[in-house]
């Protein structure tokens, strides 16, 4: 079974860091991108940062560009979201999420959610002013 087990969060000042861990069984980071969003109040689900391990690629949302990492393990077992400079308006609870790449390509990216086969559970994130 695939699992995808997010954690890490927690509350953190204005301007501080934070690195939130998911934790990756059952696929191979070769055959997915893997990406984190974040959901508001609203339950809306926005791309933070995506990795794509076969290509080399990363991709990051603008609001947090310069800001927060994504990288994976030496193992492919875990996904990290280091985030730094951290402000209010980064609270949400934030999620892992798996797509399987077809063809070499894939369609989610940071804007299209609903294209991700596997999540993991949310982890809290908040920043206090």
């Known amino acids: 079974d695939v699992q995808l087990q997010a954690s890490g969060g927690g509350l953190v000042q204005a301007g501080g860091s934070l690195s939130l861990s998911c934790a990756i069984s059952?696929?191979?980071?070769?055959?997915?991108?893997i990406a984190w969003f974040r959901q508001g109040p609203r339950k809306e689900r926005r791309g933070v940062a995506v990795?794509?391990?076969?290509?080399?690629?990363?991709d990051y949302a603008d609001s947090v560009k310069g800001r927060f990492t994504i990288s994976v393990d030496y193992a492919g077992t875990t996904v990290s979201l280091h985030m730094r400079a951290l402000n209010p308006g980064d609270t949400a609870v934030y999620l892992c999420?798996?797509?399987?790449?077809?063809?070499?390509?894939?369609?989610?990216?940071?804007?299209?959610?609903?294209?991700?086969?596997?999540w993991g559970q949310g982890t809290q994130v908040t920043v206090s002013s």
């Open positions: 990795i794509d391990v076969r290509h080399g690629t990363t």
């Open positions: 999420a798996a797509e399987l790449i077809k063809g070499d390509k894939t369609t989610g990216g940071l804007k299209y959610p609903q294209e991700y086969d596997y």
């Open positions: 059952g696929l191979s980071v070769n055959d997915y991108v």
